[in-house]
């Protein structure tokens, strides 16, 4: 019973290509995030969604596109990839206090990402 | 913009040391949360403040909100070799829906 799932784990492809990354999580929690973790172990905020809208976007190449089709979801497609991109993606989901939550965020497994 | 610093970026320490990391805020925040982050694994929350000045303690581990709310602190108390891993402090924003991440410190301990 995983709580936020990711897919895939690892991800290993050639420059140029699109790929997409898909998260799910079964917490019933209204937002959810893509955080990308480069090797040094920062933890970078990408994107935020809160019920299916937008509500954090940071400075991100217009090559990386999330798309929540419910709340549940929340998917990261990428395109034409460079090498820069190779690092782990996280999904994160969290029950925010305007809805009465603690903000806590859970985290999903990651997904290892390598750019050839 | 907010930022949320994060000192030592790395500690190596000896099986039985103690260990601080501490956050610095450049803005007052709404609470701070602590993740763990196991060597190939994801963040886990580890517990959040909320109060100023708040303290708790989980076992061995130590956290503290500053009077400000603007620092905190994580305390362990005679390493063990399972407390390795990336501690992360994150700052929520007052008013905001933003949580920051401090850029984590990397916790090494020799047995």
């Not at chain 1, 917490?27 to 019920?51: A, E, P, R």
Request: charged share 20%.
């Amino acid at each position: 019973d995983t709580a936020v799932s990711q897919t895939p784990k690892y991800l290993v492809t050639q420059m140029g290509n699109d790929k997409s990354i898909k998260c799910e999580q079964n917490l019933g929690h209204d937002t959810m995030y893509w955080y990308k973790q480069d090797s040094k172990k920062f933890l970078k905020i990408m994107f935020s969604y809160n019920n299916k809208e937008l509500i954090i976007n940071e400075t991100v190449p217009n090559r990386f596109s999330p798309k929540s089709p419910d709340k549940a979801h929340l998917n990261l497609h990428i395109n034409s990839l460079e090498l820069g991109d190779s690092a782990v993606y996280f999904c994160a989901s969290s029950q925010d206090w305007s809805s009465g939550g603690a903000g806590t965020q859970y985290f999903g497994p990651g997904t290892r990402l390598l750019v050839l | 913009g907010q930022q949320v610093m994060q000192i030592p970026q790395y500690q190596h320490v000896q099986e039985g040391e103690d260990f601080t990391t501490y956050c610095n805020s450049s803005t007052t925040l709404s609470n701070i949360q602590w993740y763990k982050q196991r060597p190939g694994g994801h963040p886990v929350f580890l517990i959040q403040l909320v109060k100023s000045g708040e303290v708790k303690k989980q076992k061995r581990l130590t956290f503290q909100f500053g009077e400000a709310k603007k620092n905190s602190s994580l305390h362990i108390t005679a390493t063990q070799t399972t407390d390795v891993g990336t501690y992360f402090c994150a700052g929520r924003t007052t008013g905001g829906f933003k949580t920051i991440f401090g850029a984590g410190t990397r916790l090494f301990v020799k047995a």
